[in-house]
């Protein structure tokens, strides 16, 4: 019996530890503690899509950070390049000042998510896939150009784990602000990479 005390007090002592330290490098990378669940993070990165003005790219990545497997909502596709890829749906919002709320900018709901279109996705299909403790799941990279975003506008993503467009199944990142704007007129919002 102190055999199996002994066990179990050497799992909770790991289990404690490794929570500590996940929390600590989280902490350390995007200034905030995480929750023991599904929990959305923005990572912004360099790079050239074509656009003058246009040098980020924004993309939100939803973890599960809970001790054990979550469904997940996903596209699988085929983009027209003929590699294969998975997303999840997300919406961008925008932070109003005078009314204190978040706008919604653009958002994937079921009408509009996991569909081909043409220089993008060929082919596609909606599938439910597990997410392990740890493994995460990305929006993929989209510039952030126009549509109703100006220089100096705070952003977030809000990730759908559930059905695409279910404000009940969403996880929102951090706020980022909109630092570039594109040189030339008329260049849509998303633009995937």
């Given at each position: 019996?102190?055999?199996?005390r002994s066990?179990?007090?050497?799992?909770?002592?790991?289990?404690s530890?490794g929570?500590?330290?996940?929390?600590?490098?989280?902490?350390?990378?995007?200034?905030?503690?995480?929750?023991p669940?599904l929990h959305?993070?923005?990572?912004?990165?360099r790079?050239d899509?074509?656009?003058?003005?246009?040098?980020?790219l924004?993309?939100?990545?939803l973890?599960?950070?809970?001790?054990?497997?979550?469904?997940?909502?996903?596209?699988?596709?085929?983009?027209?390049?003929?590699?294969?890829?998975?997303?999840?749906?997300?919406?961008v919002?925008?932070?109003?000042?005078?009314?204190?709320?978040?706008?919604?900018?653009?958002?994937?709901?079921?009408?509009?998510f996991?569909?081909?279109?043409?220089?993008?996705?060929?082919?596609?299909?909606l599938?439910?896939?597990?997410?392990?403790?740890g493994?995460?799941?990305?929006t993929?990279?989209?510039a952030?150009?126009?549509?109703g975003?100006?220089?100096?506008?705070s952003?977030?993503f809000?990730?759908?784990y559930?059905?695409?467009g279910?404000?009940?199944?969403?996880?929102?990142?951090?706020?980022?602000?909109?630092?570039?704007?594109?040189?030339?007129e008329d260049?849509?919002?998303?633009?995937?990479?």
């Amino acid at each position: 019996m102190n055999t199996l005390r002994s066990i179990g007090a050497l799992l909770f002592a790991t289990a404690s530890i490794g929570f500590v330290i996940q929390e600590a490098v989280h902490l350390h990378r995007y200034g905030h503690f995480v929750p023991p669940a599904l929990h959305a993070d923005i990572f912004v990165q360099r790079g050239d899509i074509g656009i003058e003005g246009i040098s980020r790219l924004y993309e939100a990545r939803l973890t599960n950070y809970a001790p054990f497997p979550v469904k997940v909502a996903a596209c699988d596709f085929i983009t027209d390049a003929s590699e294969p890829g998975t997303m999840v749906a997300y919406a961008v919002e925008r932070w109003n000042r005078q009314t204190s709320k978040w706008e919604k900018v653009i958002e994937w709901d079921e009408s509009s998510f996991c569909r081909p279109y043409p220089l993008g996705i060929a082919q596609a299909q909606l599938v439910s896939k597990w997410l392990w403790p740890g493994q995460g799941i990305s929006t993929g990279e989209q510039a952030m150009a126009r549509g109703g975003l100006e220089l100096g506008d705070s952003a977030r993503f809000s990730v759908f784990y559930g059905t695409a467009g279910d404000w009940k199944s969403a996880r929102p990142t951090a706020a980022f602000r909109i630092g570039e704007r594109p040189k030339m007129e008329d260049v849509p919002l998303r633009l995937r990479h």
